[in-house]
């Protein structure tokens, strides 16, 4: 009888000591929370995407060297260009999209953008149906875009698509062809 006693007071010992740390990990879960509460993020994610819709050019090719959006009551803001340029031939971005400069800004509210497009026949130039190529500048080298007011959100990623309307690029006559492309701006929020 004795062996089967000391079965029963180790079981209950057990027991007991099972209660005690589901009791602990319960009082830890409840209790941290409110003594250390989660941070809540300080800025939020803006990340801008271009695209284009088809034209009568077999290539466009542009590089964009600074990206700036002013927030509404305040001033310019530059957004990040990872390797300090983004080259591409907007034609290939027919139904697609490239991001092209992202940065973390302060929540608010913002309402225009502006990008510098780098001059120069090697980094703007567009490509002829006859297989021509030709230089092409942009009038100030920098194309500004009225947009919706749009928002920045702590915590939150806002994506700001560009979609520039190659279909209606009006290209000057020699000796300088200005690329005045006609531009829509898309603005869509996600949470991430």
């Known amino acids: 009888m004795g062996g089967l006693a000391y079965d029963v007071r ?4 057990s027991g007991a ?3 005690l740390l589901a009791a602990l990990i319960i009082a830890a879960a409840t209790i ?7 941070q809540q993020p300080e800025s ?3 990340l801008i995407k271009i695209t284009d819709a088809p034209s009568d050019l077999k290539h466009l090719n542009i590089t964009i060297d600074s990206f700036e959006v002013k927030e509404v009551g305040g001033g310019w803001v530059e957004v990040w260009i990872p390797g300090g ?3 591409f031939d907007l034609l290939w971005l027919s139904n697609s999209s490239i991001d092209a400069a992202f940065e973390e800004l302060k929540p608010g509210r913002y309402q225009m953008v502006r990008m510098h497009i780098v ?4 980094y703007t130039n567009a490509t002829l149906k006859d297989g021509r190529v030709i230089g092409v500048s942009v009038p100030s080298e920098k194309l500004m875009f009225i947009t ?4 920045v959100r702590a ?6 698509l560009l979609d520039l309307q190659v279909n209606t690029v009006h290209l000057a006559s020699n000796p300088r062809h200005a690329l005045k492309p006609a531009l829509r701006v898309d603005v869509a929020v996600i949470y991430v």
């Open 119 to 122: 001059g120069g026949s090697a």
């Open 10 to 13: 180790r079981i209950v010992a």
């Open 85 to 87: 340029r983004v080259s």
């Open 44 to 46: 939020g994610i803006l």
């Open 32 to 38: 941290l929370p409110a003594l250390f509460p989660a």
């Open 148 to 151: 919706p007011v749009f928002e």
């Open 17 to 19: 000591a099972g209660v």
């Open 155 to 160: 915590g939150k990623k806002t994506i700001l």
